[in-house]
């Protein structure tokens, strides 16, 4: 149980600081320019109900957040099943579209802004995987013993997965946790 209360910890505490940088970008938002792909993140309702059932049985929602964020806009949804389950774990999908950066002297583009945030966000030590044919991801160990942290790009989209389970009461191996990020993000790569 102390599994479990230590995943669903780390996953509510994700949540809570993304939550936060939506809501401290403030302003007047960024808008996109005309060569990013993606205008807005995408709405949770796109990670397929089936990924999150595979990955989770018997999830709820625990939070979905969108809003803009500094040169962007973000999205984020986690489900959880704490309590509910036998095999009780979270899942967390974070959508940011990344806009052109025109304040430089140099325009940065989406898709240039994306692939900073990208290489920002993967650890040293993350393996790399494709997805589908041609999609290329980084998956690594997070902090939280059964978890698993996966970031890909698509155009000017930056998708981030997390996933943390507790089987028997202890946190999942890695190569589980590694395995269910991985197949929830080949849903997501057909879905974005």
């Known amino acids: 149980m102390r599994g479990a209360v230590m995943a669903g910890g780390a996953a509510v505490l994700a949540a809570a600081a993304i939550g936060g940088g939506l809501v401290l970008a403030g302003g007047d938002p960024d808008v996109p320019g005309e060569d990013d792909v993606h205008a807005s993140a995408p709405d949770c309702a796109v990670v ?13 929602v625990e939070s979905a957040e969108s809003g803009p964020r500094p040169g962007g806009h973000t999205t984020v949804c986690a489900w959880t099943s704490l309590g509910r389950a036998e095999a009780p774990g979270t899942l ?3 959508f940011s579209a990344l806009f052109t950066d025109t304040s430089g002297e140099e325009p940065v583009s989406g898709v240039q802004h994306t692939e900073g945030a990208l290489a920002a966000v993967v650890p040293r030590g993350g393996d790399e995987v494709v ?7 980084h998956v690594w160990a997070e902090r939280a013993p059964g978890t698993a942290g996966l970031a890909f790009q698509a155009d000017n989209l930056l998708v981030r997965v997390a996933y943390s389970g507790v089987s028997g009461g202890d946190p999942v191996e890695w190569e589980d946790a590694r395995e269910t990020a991985v197949r929830v993000a080949e849903r997501l790569v057909e879905a974005v």
Request: charged content about 20%; overall charge negative.
């Open 48 to 60: 397929p109900e089936s990924a999150v059932a595979e990955a989770l049985t018997d999830a709820v």
């Open 92 to 94: 967390r999908v974070e």
């Open 131 to 137: 997805l589908g044919a041609h999609v290329a991801a």
